[in-house]
């Protein structure tokens, strides 16, 4: 394992002490901060969310986390987005009216409620499902079910199936996109903070990857 610092972004609407306490679990000892540090030589941050879309962005907007991150995205500074904070890295959302930090192109919808056999959806999707991880998502990318099973829970999802930074698939009476990679920078709709030994093999791929590290 590296030795990249790994910062944990605290704007006031995420999980950050269930992130962080997996984080030590695998070895690592992150930082939880609420405003920028400078200094981002070996560093990776990492942004859970849970929450309302534009209240996400208010608190980024407000603790000068936006600014930074997309500045830190530009220079390829690892950036790892969770659940809510995926959707933050992106364009925007159905559910709120304020630009996302665009730093990965897309846009999230809402869940329909009801899929094409016109049987219903129960939103959010709450629960255990497995990631179907393809495309250039490198060597951390669990193969195969066995090793892909993580806990979701939202009620927006990542809309363009076949948009080129999809990495990683997953069936919810149709399939979404439940992980996305440009860069440097990687969205996981699901919480591997919550998705126990599953998750903490996820991260510990990840801390060995020489592009994307922890």
Not at 41 to 61: E, I, R, S
Not at 100 to 107: A, Q
């Amino acid at each position: 394992m590296n030795s990249k610092r790994v910062v944990v972004i605290d704007i006031g609407v995420g999980n950050v002490k269930s992130v962080a306490n997996m984080l030590r679990k695998i070895g690592l000892s992150p930082e939880i901060a609420s405003s920028p540090d400078e200094s981002t030589a070996k560093v990776l941050y990492v942004l859970p969310g849970v929450g309302a879309f534009d209240q996400g962005m208010k608190c980024l907007t407000e603790t000068g986390w936006g600014s930074f991150l997309i500045s830190a995205a530009n220079r390829e500074v690892p950036i790892l987005g969770l659940c809510l904070g995926m959707q933050l890295l992106c364009d925007g959302s159905e559910e709120g009216d304020v630009p996302g930090l665009g730093i990965i192109p897309g846009r999230f919808a809402r869940f329909p409620g009801v899929i094409q056999d016109g049987s219903i959806q129960k939103v959010p999707h709450m629960g255990w499902n497995t990631v179907d991880f393809d495309g250039p998502a490198g060597s951390w990318t669990p193969k195969g079910p066995e090793h892909s099973r993580f806990y979701f829970v939202h009620s927006y999802f990542y809309e363009d199936i076949n948009s080129p930074v999809a990495i990683g698939r997953t069936t919810y009476g149709e399939p979404f996109v439940s992980a996305i990679m440009r860069g440097s920078v990687v969205g996981l709709q699901f919480h591997p903070e919550k998705s126990h030994r599953y998750g903490m093999g996820l991260l510990l791929a990840l801390a060995s990857e020489p592009g994307v590290s922890l």
